[in-house]
């Protein structure tokens, strides 16, 4: 399990090798505080819905109506980010006040879905899912803050040309970024 973990976390990370989630993640790494929050977010929300949608999964394999997977995959999605938000608003203030916007833009991150579909194909055991999801929501929040703290050192310390300033800079250093984690490839953890 540890060589999954290390595997979605690394040299098939999500964000940069799947190149996966990159709307929330390119408008959310503006400050390494509110990449972190998105993240965490992310990993949270990632691993419950692959877990709630393993077994609904099976169900539909089961019964073979297989073809409204992705309707219930949606359907549990925005449900889990629902119901979690409610119960962080009645238990945990402190904590959904943190994350603010954060946790409903992840009902639209594509990663969320994705994960689910990855089960899925590659037909993984409830244990495998869970580590993977686990280690996919790592991997986007690893890539999330990775961009996040490049982007305040570019402000503080870069006197950027006028072309490279804003977004274009973030498809820079995705697009190094995205190098380095395909180097990862072909490594046996």
Do not use: H
């Not at 916007?101 to 089960?119: E, H, R």
């Amino acid at each position: 399990m540890i060589d999954l973990l290390l595997d979605s976390i690394l040299s098939s990370n999500i964000a940069l090798t799947f190149i996966l989630g990159m709307c929330p993640l390119i408008a959310i790494s503006t400050n390494v505080k509110n990449a972190k929050g998105m993240g965490i977010a992310v990993v949270l929300v990632v691993t419950l819905t692959a877990m709630i949608n393993w077994p609904i999964f099976q169900l539909l394999k089961a019964t073979n109506t297989e073809q409204v997977m992705l309707l219930a995959f949606i359907i549990t999605i925005a449900a889990t980010v629902q119901i979690l938000e409610i119960l962080m608003e009645k238990f945990l203030p402190q904590l959904y006040n943190a994350f603010g916007i954060y946790l409903p833009l992840i009902t639209v991150n594509c990663v969320v879905l994705a994960v689910s579909q990855f089960f899925v194909n590659r037909d993984y055991s409830f244990v495998e899912t869970t580590t993977f999801a686990f280690g996919s929501g790592l991997g986007w929040l690893l890539a999330i803050v990775l961009v996040a703290s490049l982007r305040e050192k570019l402000a503080l310390y870069g006197d950027l040309p006028k072309g490279l300033r804003g977004k274009a800079i973030v498809f820079l250093i995705l697009g190094i970024l995205s190098l380095a984690f395909i180097g990862f490839r072909g490594l046996s953890f």
